[in-house]
């Protein structure tokens, strides 16, 4: 028994040297020492000498000290001693290569891709050592070889990377479909290697040529494999009446579930797509028979309703009270109808006495809080800031690091801002710039930043107290005091750094109240004072917007879509401004 110990404690001695010399020898490769690293590959070699990582190692170190004869000795030796191993046909290739001996590398290589007609077992090694040398065409034959000699074998995933790298999007397209056609275990890796190359441009080559792939597959092996892709292409590109008709194949073909409806509207409906996200949504209450996902249908149309400004509002949301109740399964209907009364009807009074009642028969923490953040909302709106932090605060003590306690944060966050508590608010902000919800950190981020690029230094006035008051008004809804105020800083901070975010927001709420030809103005202003700053692709896709969609005048908004296109290449609006360019040109978009 004492003797199997001592073994045992021997080879995992042994092992823990190997693992530390392997460790040593990979820092001396990776910082030049390659002389240094090739003593320690030779003697982990010397006692493995079946290990091919460390064999194409010290072969590397040979090459990069010149010492081409050590390696071709080496690899002469070791194919002499067993010729079945023809992946080193390749490691001696590549000698020849580095010494521009091109034909003697070709016949070599030749010699490996040969060597897999009589035995396979080493084609997997062969292709990978194939494109470790970028031999990117040896290494697709390698892998072609194997598995068409051994139908078992499946390499249509190393095949689809390494056309990935050669640029020939076609061929790789292909390797993937056919990876999913032999097994959908693959959809997840296939998809999410897939969208390394499809872009949201629906012209963009690559994802035409997926496209036309998954057609082309669809047509002669239908699969339902074939549509969910699609479907996921189109939800990429926006183009979500495309998805929503792929998703209304597969249900008509298997009438289960309803949850890639919501994605797809979800999606729609945070893109501002908001006809294709009440046509996902108006399909579920059409096929559904549970009134939990109608519910939930039914809070999205309303969302809708309200961004789009219909007139209809109060009657649907009348009629959903009437259809549903008011309870527990209705809440988040009651909070986004308080919400409308106060934000869009100004009954804030109304919206409060709904919320509260709620509570009463509120049967989670998760829904008290949603009613609280609505409430401190409300209560901000009112100007009863104190008690608003109240209820913020609570929810982050009862919630904490969930999504709903990162909201309330950000509302202490920019509650503080309004009340010009500017370091209380950074604080909370500091925390938020690392939230797990994206949309929570960028807005968290936008606002730290609006702090800190304009906080007064040794006292003196920077505007940004009069800036945050402007930003509370316009919460408000008090539109016209908001672009009064702003005026103010525009006249007494003038060339100060809040220049131009006043001239910004204050062109915004221009827009709002439909004063397009002021918006302009500042616009204008922007570019001619603060042609460098960060404001100033935003100000360019605005421009375009509002000559688009507002004063029909597509000739002006082309030419502002074009400065961001030429311009701005890492704008955040390019793509956007790209298609809606083409759109006016008169391209198929």
Not at 154 to 162: D, E, R
Not at 204 to 212: D, G, I, P, Q, V
Not at 409 to 432: C, P
Not at 479 to 496: E, M, P, R, S, Y
Request: overall charge positive.
């Amino acid at each position: 028994m004492k003797k199997i110990f001592l073994l045992i404690f021997l080879t995992i001695t042994s092992i823990s040297f190997s693992q530390n010399d392997y460790l040593l020898g990979e820092s001396y490769y990776r910082e030049g020492a390659y002389e240094k690293a090739a003593q320690v590959f030779k003697k982990l070699y010397s006692k493995s000498p079946f290990n091919t990582s460390y064999l194409g190692r010290l072969i590397s170190c040979y090459q990069e000290t010149n010492q081409f004869l050590e390696a071709e000795k080496l690899l002469k030796s070791k194919i002499n001693q067993n010729s079945k191993q023809g992946f080193l046909y390749v490691y001696l290739g590549y000698n020849y290569e580095r010494q521009q001996q091109k034909e003697l590398a070709k016949s070599n290589y030749q010699l490996a891709l040969n060597s897999l007609d009589k035995n396979a077992s080493y084609g997997g090694i062969t292709g990978r050592i194939f494109k470790e040398y970028n031999l990117l065409d040896n290494a697709i034959l390698a892998y072609q070889k194997i598995m068409a000699k051994n139908k078992n074998a499946n390499y249509s995933f190393q095949i689809a990377q390494i056309y990935g790298e050669k640029g020939d999007f076609k061929k790789m397209f292909e390797s993937y479909i056919n990876l999913v056609d032999k097994s959908e275990n693959y959809f997840n890796l296939v998809q999410r290697y897939a969208s390394k190359y499809i872009t949201d441009d629906s012209e963009n080559e690559a994802n035409n040529l997926f496209r036309k792939t998954l057609l082309r597959k669809s047509a002669s092996n239908p699969k339902d494999v074939w549509n969910v892709l699609l479907s996921w292409l189109f939800t990429q590109q926006k183009d979500y009446e495309k998805a929503l008709v792929q998703e209304k194949a597969l249900y008509q073909r298997n009438p289960t579930d309803l949850g890639s409806f919501f994605r797809i509207g979800r999606i729609a409906f945070e893109n501002k797509n908001y006809s294709s996200a009440e046509n996902c949504f108006n399909y579920i209450i059409e096929k559904s028979t549970l009134n939990e996902e109608k519910i939930e249908a039914y809070l999205y149309i309303s969302k809708i309703y309200i961004a789009t400004k219909n007139p209809e509002t109060e009657t649907l949301f009348q009629s959903l009270f009437h259809q549903f109740g008011k309870n527990p399964s209705t809440i988040k209907l009651q909070v986004e109808y308080a919400d409308f009364l106060t934000f869009q009807e100004n009954k804030p009074k109304l919206a409060k006495q709904i919320l509260e009642h709620a509570l009463t028969f509120s049967q989670s923490k998760f829904n008290e809080a949603r009613i609280k953040l609505k409430l401190g909302d409300i209560l901000v709106f009112t100007g009863k800031y104190n008690k608003a932090l109240i209820y913020f605060s609570q929810i982050q003590s009862k919630l904490k690091n969930h999504e709903l306690a990162q909201q309330a944060r950000f509302k202490v966050a920019q509650t503080s801002y309004f009340k010009s508590d500017f370091t209380w608010a950074k604080a909370q902000l500091k925390v938020l710039k690392g939230s797990t919800t994206q949309l929570i950190a960028n807005d968290a981020l936008e606002l730290f930043l609006i702090i800190t690029d304009n906080e007064p230094v040794d006292s003196i006035p920077s505007g940004l107290k009069e800036y945050s008051k402007a930003e509370l008004l316009a919460f408000q809804n008090k539109t016209q005091q908001a672009i009064d105020t702003l005026h103010v800083i525009n006249k007494k901070f003038k060339g100060q750094p809040i220049e131009d975010e006043a001239l910004f927001k204050q062109a915004k709420l221009f827009i709002k109240i439909n004063q397009f030809e002021a918006a302009i103005a500042n616009f204008e202003k922007i570019i001619s004072l603060f042609s460098d700053g960060i404001l100033i692709d935003d100000v360019y896709y605005e421009m375009a917007e509002l000559y688009n969609n507002q004063l029909n005048n597509p000739e002006k908004a082309s030419e502002y879509y074009q400065k961001i296109i030429f311009d701005y290449s890492s704008s955040i609006y390019l793509v956007d401004a790209r298609k809606k360019y083409r759109k006016i040109r008169g391209d198929k978009v």
